[in-house]
Nanobody, 120 residues
């Protein structure tokens, strides 16, 4: 089964930077979009950023201008560069890749989650 392996999380002081990476264990064909979600304790999971195959990009308002999403569809990878981190960015971050399989339709792959903690 395809696994999405995340890396780059950790503890960083406010104002710091982290770069999250997500790599599929094997190539995922026919990718439609890639994105990053996050979930803080007691909160709903929220979409942080996404990028489509046609290069449409959007960000959560609170991270726009600070986070940058990038992708490589051929390598089935997606990254999230985070700068000017704030304590409210603390959450478990999950990568997501969506593709379309002709036999089962649209499918979403999820990473296991990586903890980002912004604290002094």
């Amino acid at each position: 089964q395809v696994q999405l392996v995340e890396s780059g999380g950790g503890l960083v002081p406010p104002g710091g930077s982290l770069n999250l990476s997500c790599v599929a264990s094997e190539s995922i064909p026919s990718i439609l979009s890639m994105g990053w979600f996050r979930q803080a304790p007691g909160n709903e999971r929220e979409l942080v950023a996404f990028i489509t195959t046609t290069n449409v990009i959007n960000y959560l308002d609170s991270v726009r201008g600070r986070f940058t999403i990038s992708r490589d569809n051929d390598k089935s990878t997606v990254s999230l560069q985070m700068t000017s981190l704030k304590p409210e960015d603390t959450a478990v971050y999950y990568c997501n890749i969506n593709n379309f399989n002709s036999s089962i339709g649209r499918h979403s792959y999820w990473g296991q989650g990586t903890q980002v903690t912004v604290s002094s």
